[in-house]
């Protein structure tokens, strides 16, 4: 199969695209490099030393009978050359994950504010109206987020996926069943941008029939893949700043750098979590059960566990007791304690075999990993530097 991974040299995007190669899709990578550039501005790096894609190309081409090939181009502001490329390349399938990731880099100011708009909006509207043009058998895949319901929005219940079933009234005020999809509970200007992606995806699957995937995904951690452990220079990228950085593995990465845990507020929030090595199976998955032309936008939740982050912070004191932890005020709007509980039936009915937190090895994997780039630790960026 033919696919482009938009954002393939991402944290996401560059574990996802080997994934695929190796199991013998012919991937091609579109990306502006907007990651790389906004470390600069926030004057951190990853933990982990990422080579350049040339650089990283060049030696999975080497693993791999079948070679991964990139073009330069920004979805969200070059839509001739987009749709050029497109056209050329015949793609089966576009994974979409070249969208402005981090929750607090949106509500960093006005221009992160700004840029995270335009680029996740305008990018997943171009890539939309492309395939409309192009060819609308081409099957496109999104990676969502978890946050999109909200969390503790309605206590007690189990968050489906995607698609609620409630009653309204009709004028005679008989209540009548219908299927909707779940309100949205956006808890930043990130998460807003993902719910209106989302009705993006119900009007073009409803008006042109388009084949669209939505991956609500939870909170990534771990680093290595079966493929990125092939060679150093596959390396993923580690994101350690308090931006872009994802709470498990910042948690691991302060307990080799002997700097305390930081939880935000009580650490009686819940979240949804899935290590990588199960995300870029997930996708896999996605890109093998695509939805049939003119069905609802098939919509996974990509997860596999819910835990507190309290829970977290004492599962790393336990099995790293020279951990220390430090409660913060948070910076955030949100819950200072919820429930959560998440259905994920869809990808375990496909075969997906979860990766747990309490997986001792696969802890001890990334702990190990981590300590191999003590040097990079920027302790100035720890704290939290954005507010809302």
Known sequence: MKILVIGGDGFCGWPTSLHLSANGHNVTIIDNFSRRKIDNTLNTKSFTDIKTLDERLQKWNTFNNIPIHYIEIDVAKEYSKLKDFIESNKPDTIIHLGEQRSAPYSMKNDETRSYTVQNNLMGTHNILNIIVEVNPDIHFIHLGTMGVYGYGTVSDTIIPEGYVDVKMKDKHGVEKPVNILHPSYP???YHMTKTQDALFFQFYAKNWGLKITDLHQGIIWGLHTEETKLH??????????SDYGTVLNRFLLQSVCDYPLTIYGSGKQTRAFIHIQNSVQCIKLAVENPPKKGE??????????????????NTIKALYPKTKVQNVTNPRKELDENSLEVENKQFLDLGLEPIYVNNRDYLDELYNAMEDYKDNFVDANMLPCSFW
Do not use: C, W, Y
Request: net charge negative; proline share 3%; no cysteine.
């Open 232 to 241: 150093p220079h596959l390396i993923n990228r580690l994101d350690q700043d």
């Open 296 to 313: 609802n936008v098939k919509i996974f939740n990509q997860m596999t566990e819910t835990i507190q982050l309290n829970t977290l912070a």
């Open 187 to 189: 808890g930043s200007i």
